[in-house]
T-cell receptor, first 113, second 115 residues
């Protein structure tokens, strides 16, 4: 069965520091991969997605993610974090283009001033 | 353009009751998906509808049901509520024929508390 693992439940970074959130998936072929962000009391907003092609994907709000097939990873990065980036981040996979997303458990990002 | 609208935003029910949640997708979107979010289980897929047909269903008991109307609005129903049904229920809509090939736009959710 497909699965998504976000190893870090909680991460704290200083404002202006770089950020990397880890995501590993379990699936035999290349899945469709997503990163979503959820602010408190809000729904989810898509940051970026990977279907095929260039393995480095640019998203909104200055985020990017790199697909590494050999490591079954899709890590999210941002060079300089802003206080407004504090939120919960979810990695998700759709293995067969069914519209059924399997989410990781999420990583809560705290930003120190 | 209005986003995905979910009603009600908050509700409290008691065990054994039933509840109906409503979702109005973005105008022109024909695919609607539902997800349950809890602290323990995280985000779990409930079902997906396209053109009034259920195309996918998650691993939930039959107490959870849904439907989609001709105007793409969707409802989900949970009967015989249990304490464990307390959760944030998120609806997402998509323009495309396959929900995943387009972007999923999520509503703010309906927070259900079962006492």
């Amino acid at each position: 069965a497909q699965s998504v693992t976000q190893p870090d439940i909680h991460i704290t970074v200083s404002e202006g520091a770089s950020l990397e959130l880890r995501c590993n998936y379990s699936y035999g072929a290349t899945p469709y991969l997503f990163w979503y962000v959820q602010s408190p009391g809000q729904g989810l907003q898509l940051l970026l997605k990977y279907f095929s092609g260039d393995t480095l994907v640019q998203g909104i709000k200055g985020f990017e993610a790199e697909f590494k097939r050999s490591q079954s990873s899709f890590n999210l990065r941002k060079p300089s974090v802003h206080w407004s980036d504090a939120a919960e981040y979810f990695c998700a996979v759709d293995s067969s283009n069914t519209g059924k997303l399997i989410f990781g458990q999420g990583t809560t990002l705290q930003v120190k001033p | 353009k209005a986003g995905v609208t979910q009603t009600p935003r908050y509700l409290i029910k008691t065990r054994g009751q039933q509840v109906t949640l409503s979702c109005s997708p973005i105008s022109g979107h024909r695919s609607v998906s539902w997800y349950q979010q809890t602290p323990g289980q995280g985000l779990q897929f409930l079902f997906e509808y396209f053109s009034e047909t259920q195309r996918n269903k998650g691993n939930f008991p039959g107490r959870f049901s849904g439907r989609q109307f001709s105007n793409s609005r969707s409802e989900m129903n949970v009967s015989t509520l249990e304490l464990g049904d307390s959760a944030l229920y998120l609806c997402a809509s998509s323009f495309g024929d396959r929900a995943v090939t387009g972007e999923l736009f999520f509503g703010e959710g309906s927070r259900l508390t079962v006492l």
